[in-house]
Structure formats: structure tokens, C-alpha cells
């Protein structure tokens, strides 16, 4: 059960690498949307939210099939980029991890706000009085306070990337070595005679990432939760 063939580690590595990138782009955008939805009021803010938690409720495959439409080499930006950037998504690991990331993305600002929320305003109205500007108070004020929410927010988006399956197989598809992750690589063992013993080394590697991720994500909650309360 432990001899894990060539073609599995490229999955494995392949979904590491995927969630990986598509973690580290999707934080700053999660840490500037997060904030905008905690400390912010503004007309439209609910049809934001609900647009950020789109991907939740939607199934995978219409979002797959949405950024086929939008990023392949015929969408409406993936034209764009592909003709004069050079940039292509579809049936690309990028595009695999671009996928992940808007899966992902969610998860990944969900407790970002709410560990923004929590932290006293009074500490930032502090800073500003002492001259401040908005800028620094967000960078030593609100973002370090905010870091263990922030570092959860990761891990839950680094967890969902790695298991993401519905989005990336609709828009990148299942190519050995580009874009065959460790979940459309078990899609594919389970469909074949032989493939039990290999898909079934794959799902315990799944299932160990996910509950470390896990654990990960409620150390670093409550981790948050002294903070604040000052342990």
C-alpha cells in the first residue's frame, strides 16, 4: 500500500505545488477583500459577499465551466492574455491552480474577517491619534493582531485547493503530468481494473493532508482567540 509509483508522486507533487501557488495569490486578495467587508459599509456589500461565497454553493462544474468561458484561449479574458501576454489557463497546471484558488477563495477570507472583526477598534483609533496614517495601522495594527486568522484562512484554502476536484477536471481537464491531480488521478484509478490498490494509497495521503490542514486551521483559531482575550 506504501509503494508509491512515478505517476502518483507527480500527482501528489502536481497537487502540492497547485495548492501551494494558488494559496499564496489568492491570500493578498483575501486580506484586502476580508478587510474591505469587516471595517466597511457601502452600497452593493451583500451582493459582494454573496459573490465571494458563490463558489460554496455552486456546483464545482458550472464554476469550472464559467472560467473555461472566461480564461480559455477563447473566453473572454483568456483571448486577451493568450494573443498578447502569452498566457494560457485551460488545460494548463496554472489554470489548475487558478481553479483551486477560486474554489478555494472562500474558505480562505471567511476567517480573515472575522478575525478583523474581532479586533478592538480602539487599538487602531489608538495608532491614528498618535499620527499614524491609514496605511501603518493596517500593517501594525490590524494585520499583526489578525495573523492567526490570517494563517487559518490559508490552511482552509490550502486544505479545499488540494482536495478541489469538479472545477479543475471542467476546465483544465485530467492530463498525466500537467494537470492530473491527486483527485482526478483517483477518478481515473478508480475507472480502471488494476487501479484499486494505487487509488486507495492515494485517498490515505488525501486524508492525511486534509486532517493535518484541519488541525492546523483550529490551532491557529485558537490561537486567535487568546490573542484577543489577552493569554
Known amino acids: 500500500m506504501l509503494d508509491i509509483s512515478p505517476a502518483e508522486w507527480t500527482a501528489i507533487l502536481l497537487s502540492l505545488r497547485v495548492a501551494v ?24 456589500k451583500s451582493v459582494l459577499d454573496a459573490v465571494v461565497h458563490l463558489p460554496l454553493v455552486l456546483p464545482p462544474v458550472v464554476t469550472g465551466y464559467l472560467l473555461l468561458l472566461t480564461f480559455g484561449r ?9 494573443d498578447h501576454l502569452g498566457i494560457v489557463f485551460a ?24 478575525s478583523i472583526e474581532a479586533i478592538d477598534r480602539r487599538l487602531e483609533q489608538a495608532a491614528e491619534t498618535l499620527g ?30 488540494i482536495g ?40 490515505m495521503i488525501s486524508v492525511g493532508l486534509a486532517i493535518g490542514a484541519l488541525i492546523a486551521a483550529e490551532w491557529f483559531a485558537r490561537r486567535a482567540t487568546q490573542r484577543l482575550h489577552g493569554n
Do not use: H
Not at 497546471?93 to 480562505?108: D, E, H, I, K, Q
Not at 501594525?140 to 495573523?147: D, E, I, Q, Y
Open 74 to 82: 477563447r473566453g473572454l479574458v483568456g483571448a486577451f492574455l493568450a
Open 21 to 44: 501557488i494558488a494559496t499564496l495569490v489568492a491570500t493578498p486578495f483575501g486580506i484586502a477583500l476580508a478587510w474591505l467587508l469587516a471595517r466597511k459599509d457601502f452600497w452593493g
Open 164 to 203: 478541489e476536484f469538479g472545477a479543475t477536471i471542467t476546465f483544465v481537464s485530467n492530463i498525466p503530468g500537467e494537470t492530473q491531480t491527486i483527485s482526478s488521478a483517483i477518478y481515473s484509478l478508480i475507472q480502471t481494473p488494476d487501479g484499486d490498490a494505487a487509488a486507495g494509497r492515494l485517498v
Open 132 to 161: 499614524a496614517a491609514p496605511f501603518k495601522v493596517f500593517f501594525t495594527v490590524t494585520l499583526p493582531l489578525a495573523l492567526p486568522g490570517v494563517l487559518a484562512g490559508m490552511v482552509l484554502g490550502f486544505a479545499k485547493a
Open 91 to 114: 488545460f494548463r497546471w496554472t489554470g489548475a491552480a487558478l481553479a483551486c484558488g477560486v474554489m478555494s477563495f472562500p474558505l480562505l477570507v471567511r476567517p480573515m474577517r472575522l
